[in-house]
């Protein structure tokens, strides 16, 4: 195709405007690089999504007409209920973009936001299927009985001694090793003997992608973390005050196209993730570039007044904890040295 690499999201017709403003980011900073694609049921696309997507260039997908979509409406939703089974049609996409002559594809999720150019010589992989955001996990925490785990292990339906586990939210593949491998119908294996398996496993099909991944001679490859910023955290800053961060993740429930509670604040800040409301404008504000942002988000780009009065909120929160931990230490501090007096 020219060069080009096909750039997509799918799922349900929920992702739809999330989904074209990450598609669009990613356009605007990289021009010439992708081709967009979203897919989902033809059946649910509106003639207003329609003439969204012709506005920005974005090619739909019908999921009903790929050769997937059977195997995928089988299976079963993972057990936190957020996510429709149609997410797993992204797995499927790779070997279908190979058909239409992409040498490789992108993964993306549809709370992804692109806010920096892309390098394209550091992006897709060189050896291995996929190449993502690599993180370190103990899958017995993450839910897997350590009996299934030696089953699969044994099974060769996994290999322990290589490191996969990808944050999904953004995947770089290599379509022809994917055909070559079998490796969607190989990860819907994976997934159903999950399931089955360890039905208490938290985001298995992520736990499902790790395992096939790590069966391939190559494992998988790591793209540099400003590829998948994750907004529960900050992100270091250049001398201009300008995030590093390449693509924003906005994981978690508390989307920014979703209504602003106050209340969450404190227990943000508790956990050390208060940063996640510093990213909130910066979504709104490129989502509202789209002509057709308030027919499908009933939030507001928040003002300079806004975002001052965020920032003042969560300086507050994190000065009244700062305030509650100080006195805490001076209590002990005191009853420390009340023991030490006593004779």
Wanted: hydrophobic share 45%.
């Amino acid at each position: 195709m020219g060069g080009r690499s096909a750039i997509f999201v799918a799922g349900d017709e929920n992702i739809f405007f999330p989904a074209l403003v990450a598609l669009e980011s990613m356009i605007a900073h990289n021009p010439g690089r992708f081709d967009p694609y979203i897919c989902f049921d033809r059946d649910k696309l509106t003639d207003v999504m329609v003439q969204a997507l012709d506005y920005h260039g974005i090619k739909f997908v019908d999921s009903k007409k790929m050769e997937a979509y059977k195997t995928v409406s089988a299976l079963k939703e993972m057990k936190e209920g957020r996510w429709p089974v149609e997410i797993f049609l992204n797995w499927a996409l790779p070997e279908y973009f190979l058909e239409l002559g992409y040498e490789y594809s992108i993964k993306v999720d549809y709370d992804i936001l692109c806010v920096k150019p892309y390098d394209v010589s550091e992006m897709y992989p060189e050896l291995a299927i996929a190449k993502g955001l690599v993180i370190d996990v103990d899958f017995v925490k993450e839910g897997v009985a350590a009996e299934a785990l030696n089953k699969a292990a044994e099974e060769g339906r996994v290999d322990l001694s290589k490191s996969c586990y990808l944050n999904a939210g953004f995947v770089a593949f290599d379509n022809a090793k994917c055909k070559d491998f079998n490796f969607f119908e190989k990860l819907i294996a994976t997934y159903e003997y999950l399931s089955s398996a360890c039905p208490d496993a938290g985001l298995t099909e992520q736990i499902a992608l790790a395992f096939v991944l790590s069966t391939h001679k190559n494992g998988a490859e790591k793209i540099h973390p400003s590829y998948n910023h994750r907004v529960r955290w900050g992100v270091l800053v250049d001398d201009r005050l300008i995030p590093t961060a390449r693509n924003l993740h906005y994981i978690t429930s508390f989307k920014p196209w979703v209504p602003f509670d106050r209340t969450k604040i404190k227990h943000f800040v508790n956990i050390r993730q208060g940063v996640l409301f510093a990213y909130r404008a910066v979504w709104l504000e490129q989502a509202a570039k789209s002509p057709w942002f308030s027919s499908f988000c009933k939030e507001s780009p928040m003002s300079q007044l806004q975002t001052l009065g965020l920032s003042i909120v969560l300086c507050h929160t994190y000065n009244s904890k700062i305030s509650e931990l100080e006195a805490k230490v001076k209590a002990l501090e005191s009853l420390v040295g009340q023991s030490q007096a006593m004779p």
